[in-house]
């Protein structure tokens, strides 16, 4: 992010950096290297606002068998047992909300769908 911010000139601060470490956790350090010298070198979309989006778009240009997470509606959150996918990097809600979970050896959280939750409200017994 270091390198990041002093190409585009955007300071990027402790929360950014620590999102952009969840979001992007599984690639390797030189391949985020490579593909951050390849976005901001590519004509076509090295001056939009660098995402973590563009990084992988990059690794995946640069070697097409490399697999990614599932797409955004296309499974199951490998973290939170039920919730779908919703994001382009294999999360779900639960994971926007709740990036503790993320981290190594973290236990996460059992959350009751809001379907569930809503079938008790109200009651009593």
Same mark, same amino acid.
């Not at 000139?9 to 951050?36: C, E, H, P, S």
């Not at 990084?55 to 779908?84: D, F, K, M, N, W």
């Given at each position: 992010?270091?390198?990041?911010?002093?190409?585009?000139?955007?300071?990027?601060?402790?929360?950014?950096?620590? %999102?952009?470490?969840?979001?992007?956790?599984?690639?390797?350090?030189?391949?985020?290297?490579?593909?951050?010298?390849n976005?901001?070198?590519?004509?076509?979309?090295?001056?939009?606002?660098?995402?973590?989006?563009? #990084?992988?778009?990059?690794?995946? %240009?640069?070697? &097409?068998?490399?697999?990614?997470? &599932?797409?955004?509606?296309?499974?199951?959150?490998t973290?939170?047992?039920g919730? &779908?996918? #919703?994001?382009?990097?294999?999360?779900?809600?639960?994971?926007?909300?709740?990036?503790?979970?993320?981290?190594?050896? %973290?236990?996460?959280?059992?959350?009751?769908?809001?379907?569930?939750?809503?079938?008790?409200a109200?009651?009593?017994?």
């Amino acid at each position: 992010m270091t390198i990041a911010s002093t190409l585009d000139g955007i300071r990027r601060d402790a929360d950014t950096v620590r %999102a952009w470490q969840l979001v992007l956790n599984d690639v390797a350090y030189q391949a985020g290297l490579d593909a951050l010298r390849n976005h901001f070198a590519d004509p076509n979309h090295g001056t939009e606002f660098l995402k973590p989006a563009h #990084i992988t778009a990059q690794i995946v %240009a640069a070697a &097409p068998s490399v697999q990614l997470p &599932p797409r955004a509606g296309t499974g199951e959150c490998t973290v939170h047992a039920g919730y &779908p996918v #919703i994001t382009a990097d294999g999360r779900c809600d639960q994971c926007r909300r709740h990036p503790e979970d993320l981290l190594p050896d %973290a236990a996460p959280v059992e959350y009751v769908h809001f379907d569930a939750a809503a079938m008790t409200a109200g009651r009593t017994a």
